[in-house]
């Protein structure tokens, strides 16, 4: 185990204002910790999706509007590619992702299995001197790469075409555009159903939320505030006699038991559309009141723009307002001061403690003592480089 620099948990403690103290004893502390991860997993993602932008409009030079089908090909097949490694980057930031605000929510729990993506090999390689817990594993879906292919094809080289016979820059420049926008779609949906995965499998989430990006539209907007999606409305779900449960399609009644992995981008529950980098977070068991304040806001945003309003009424009312460049509430202050703190004097303590008991607890624990162990020299090495 790390051992923490006092002189420098001094200055982190510090560097804080009076305000926070205020938070601090009112219990936030997890609900902050919470919220920075959560903002910290949309940056990811959005960079993510900025990355994968840039490789694409590098490919896009090799496209001559002279001979689309070879060179929109040669696109298709390199940006396709492109899309599919940057789906397997948001799956695993997503996954990380999860762990890391269960940790913050629940550091008591069990560790999860590893994340197992289609590009890894079947073997399990031993991790230190014991093989991982169970040899069980968390299984992330594949890319449907078929699928990514025609829709870059239609969308890029395709769209590029039926712009003619707009002049050559303009027609290039809008099917760079459309190319980026449905990929920035395909690759996100990547992490979004490892989330959704996590919250099928793990019993210490209930459901799911949307998390909008900074300047969404109206419509994610909307679907935000709605707050929390639990489990059982998630899909035509079965409650299985374990606990777990099992997924119906709604098109064809068939069962999975894989869950999320097996079901394609259309039929992932949480809408999304071109260029949307919505991303979703899991809602825990017993998780702090106050997470995701964000939506909160936005539900009473939604309350006041559309009294005595309902359905397309309503949702153009509130479409109205959001697009008239009216400043929607502003989301709870983030201070990263205060998150600092929160992360030295609640969330490490908690997690040492946790550790120590782990340690004197009878074998068997194994899974959990190094879960914990990493956890903490992850937070310790987060407190010293920020
Ligand atoms: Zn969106």
Redesign the pocket.
């Known amino acids: 185990m790390t051992r923490s620099n006092p002189r420098t948990f001094q200055e982190v403690t510090d560097n804080t204002s009076q305000a926070s103290d205020d938070l601090l004893r009112t219990g936030a502390a997890a609900a902050l910790l919470g919220h920075f991860i959560i903002g910290q997993h949309v940056a990811r993602q959005s960079q993510i999706a900025d990355e994968l932008n840039q490789v694409l409009a590098q490919q896009w030079q090799w496209v001559d509007m002279r001979d689309i089908p070879r060179s929109g090909s040669a696109f298709t097949t390199a940006a396709t590619r492109a899309v599919a490694d940057a789906y397997e980057q948001s799956q695993v930031a997503a996954d990380q992702f999860v762990r890391e605000l269960r940790a913050a929510v629940h550091p008591e729990a069990e560790p999860l299995p590893a994340l197992h993506l289609p590009s890894q090999p079947e073997v399990m390689a031993p991790v230190g001197d014991r093989f991982p817990v169970g040899g069980a594993v968390i299984r992330a879906g594949a890319p449907d790469t078929g699928r990514i292919a025609r829709i870059m094809d239609l969308a890029g080289p395709n769209a590029a075409l039926e712009r003619m016979p707009a002049p050559t820059n303009v027609a290039m420049t809008d099917g760079l555009r459309s190319a980026q926008g449905v990929a920035t779609r395909m690759a996100l949906t990547g992490g979004r159903k490892v989330v959704l995965q996590h919250q099928y499998l793990d019993k210490t989430i209930q459901g799911w939320e ?1 998390v ?2 900074p300047g ?2 109206a ?2 907007a909307v ?1 935000a505030s709605r707050g929390p999606v639990f489990k059982e409305s998630t899909f035509p779900t079965e409650r299985l006699p374990d606990g777990s449960y099992a997924t119906r399609s709604r098109n064809t009644g068939k069962t999975f038991t894989s869950g999320v992995n097996d079901l394609s981008e259309s039929a992932v529950p949480a809408a ?2 071109n ?4 991303t979703l977070r899991p809602v825990f068991k017993n998780e702090p009141q106050s997470f995701q304040a964000e939506n909160k806001n936005l539900k009473k945003l939604w309350s006041d723009t559309t009294k005595g309003l309902h359905g397309k009424a309503a949702l153009n009312a509130f479409r109205r307002f959001w697009d008239s460049g009216t400043p929607p509430p502003l989301p709870e202050v983030r201070d990263p001061a205060v998150e600092r703190r929160v992360a030295a004097e609640q969330i490490l303590p908690m997690l040492k403690t946790g550790l120590a008991n782990l340690l004197s607890a009878p074998e068997g624990h194994e899974g959990a003592i190094e879960y914990h162990q990493a956890q903490i020299k992850r937070l310790e090495s987060y407190l010293v480089a920020h």
Do not use: A, D, W
């Open positions: 949307r909008t990006e969404c539209c419509f994610c679907l999304v559309h260029n949307c980098r919505c």
